[in-house]
């Protein structure tokens, strides 16, 4: 049973141009979001997060927008630039889960020069 | 100021043999979270240790597997008897504390393969 989604496998963008990720949730536990970022062979990198109490967060070029009601979130990164290119996996996790994480299968972002 | 170590970075065994994997936590953090990625999945839970004492196991296969993070010393997770399936990439992740809402930081992962 996938608690997170990341239905579309990849995503290929212009440089400039803005990136949108998409991640969908079903459990209604979950009560804070992140995004990590992952190159081939290492491991993933915390990008930004959220919280329940928030439907926006900003850091920077990247901004991520939760929405309870369709419970769907989005990671913004705008602009895209190549150095983006990575894979991008949704995260979420629940209170008194001990803060582990339920992972979706993660997006691979191909920013094009 | 060092980031989650694990080694080693990749482990080659036979089937049937035991394999054991590495993680020291960040300076100052004294939790640790063990990650597994198989291929084309997202990173799944297995377990969730503090300093001598298990405090979630609850996405660790029940037998061959096992974790500890003793006083002293890395976090080992150990694998007994692996078999081809076990092959994947093993995510060690560590916190500062306890809390909700807490990122975890990654270590660069143990790549096992089983032949």
């Known amino acids: 049973d996938q608690q997170v989604k990341q239905n579309s496998p990849s995503l290929s963008v212009q440089e400039g141009r803005i990136s949108i990720l998409n991640c969908d949730y079903t459990?209604?536990?979950?009560?804070?979001f992140l995004w990590y970022k992952k190159y081939p062979a290492e491991g993933p990198t915390f990008l930004i997060s959220i919280s329940s109490i928030k439907d926006k967060n900003e850091d920077g070029r990247f901004t991520v927008f939760l929405n309870k009601s369709a419970k769907h979130l989005s990671l913004h990164i705008v602009p895209s630039q190549p150095g983006d290119s990575a894979v991008y996996f949704c995260a979420a996790s629940a209170p008194g889960a001990n803060s582990k994480l339920t992972f979706g299968k993660g997006i691979t972002l191909s920013v094009r020069p | 100021n060092a980031g989650v170590m694990q080694n080693p970075r990749h482990l080659v065994r036979r089937r049937g043999q035991e394999a054991r994997l590495r993680c020291s936590p960040m300076k100052g953090h004294s939790h640790v979270y063990w990650y597994r990625q198989l291929p084309e999945e997202g990173l799944k839970f297995m377990v969730y240790?503090?300093?001598?004492?298990?405090?979630?196991e609850s996405g660790m296969p029940k037998e061959r597997f096992s974790a500890e993070f003793p006083k002293e010393g890395p976090s080992i997770l150990r694998i007994q008897q692996v078999v081809r399936g076990d092959s994947a990439a093993y995510f060690c992740?560590?916190?500062?504390?306890?809390?909700?809402?807490?990122?975890?930081?990654f270590g660069q992962g143990t790549r096992l393969t089983v032949v």
């Open positions: 459990n209604s536990m979950f009560d804070y």
């Open positions: 240790l503090q300093k001598e004492n298990i405090i979630d």
């Open positions: 992740a560590s916190s500062p504390y306890r809390g909700e809402n807490t990122e975890a930081f």
